[in-house]
């Protein structure tokens, strides 16, 4: 059983950064791949990033390319997602989720992971 914290979230005005992060107990952290998903209102919730159970893969969605960074601290049992040059589309609430599968890649459908957080708004102004 993994249980997952999302915090950090909050209003960013266009251009600016927010990290945030997700603390999960449980000791299979170290050895799940680990995702960030968002859900803006109306719409389906989608793949943001994903990194691998070492940290050694990493996988982004085209719309946050070079601007988003995920990153683990295996040790700390927390995973972060950098978010710099926000735009209002990024607005959404942003969800962790732990895959329990132990797998190579990263996996960037929902259904492939087991655990979720409660998700943390985001809120990026114009």
């Known amino acids: 059983q993994v249980q997952l914290v999302e915090s950090g979230g909050g209003l960013v005005q266009a251009g600016g950064s927010l990290r945030l992060s997700c603390a999960a107990s449980?000791?299979?952290?170290?050895?799940?791949?680990m995702g960030w998903f968002r859900q803006a209102p109306g719409k389906e919730r989608e793949f943001v990033a994903g990194?691998?159970?070492?940290?050694?893969?990493?996988s982004y969605d085209d719309s946050v390319k070079g601007r988003f960074t995920i990153s683990r601290d295996n040790a700390k049992n927390t995973v972060y997602l950098q978010m710099n040059s926000l735009k209002p589309e990024d607005t959404a609430v942003y969800y962790c989720?732990?895959?329990?599968?132990?797998?190579?890649?990263?996996?960037?459908?929902?259904?492939?992971?087991?655990?979720w957080g409660q998700g943390t708004q985001v809120t990026v102004s114009s």
């Open positions: 989720a732990a895959d329990q599968t132990l797998r190579i890649g990263v996996p960037i459908a929902s259904y492939d992971y087991d655990y």
């Open positions: 990194i691998n159970w070492r940290g050694g893969k990493t």
């Open positions: 449980g000791r299979t952290f170290s050895s799940s791949a």
